[in-house]
């Protein structure tokens, strides 16, 4: 995601006989940022609420059986708020969590640093060969033709989430004593 557009693009890899990987992009989403202003966990998140139907469309409608489903988001935090689950987030992000954790199982959400993140593409705009028929957007990138124990991914990196998603917690604690006086 960007201040300017959110994106999220599924692709399908088959091993070949000869025991490489083809690589086609199935559909991508792009959307442009609201104008009013949310901070770029926001619209990370998003992008993940995103990625999270357009896997479910994928799934549902398609004939295929796939035998493994990757998320990828460039964004710890929202993989954090993905694994701590709605329960713990201010409304807007508990409500976007909730639904990317009714669409996909929170295993098959993993790291991926920005530089790797072909979904970038939709976010900043692309001259007409950078997504063309021969481009790696359409063909994927490079890392998605190796063993997946290869690829630039990491299931276990988390960021904090920022405290403004967080509810704000006012608690008071009293202890109530009995006292009984004699006179």
Known sequence: ASKKAFCAAAYIRWK??????????????????????????RLELQ???MNSRLSQTVLENTRLKFKQVFHLSDSGAVLAM??????????????????????????????????NNISDIGTRGAKPEE???????QGGPIWMKLP???WPIDKTYREKIPEEEMPKITSM???????KLSL
Do not use: H, Y
């Open 148 to 150: 997946i124990d290869q």
């Open 82 to 115: 993905i694994e701590n689950g709605s329960a713990t987030m201010k409304e807007f992000c508990g409500t976007r969590v909730a639904e990317i954790n009714s669409k996909t199982e929170k295993e098959n959400w993993a790291w991926i640093g920005t530089q």
């Open 16 to 41: 070949l006989q000869d025991g490489t990987f083809w690589i086609r992009l199935i559909c991508s989403k792009s959307r442009v940022s609201p104008l009013r202003k949310l901070s770029i966990p």
């Open 131 to 137: 997504i063309g028929i021969n481009s790696e957007w």
């Open 173 to 179: 604690a009293a202890k109530v004593v009995e006292v």
């Open 47 to 49: 992008a993940a609420v």
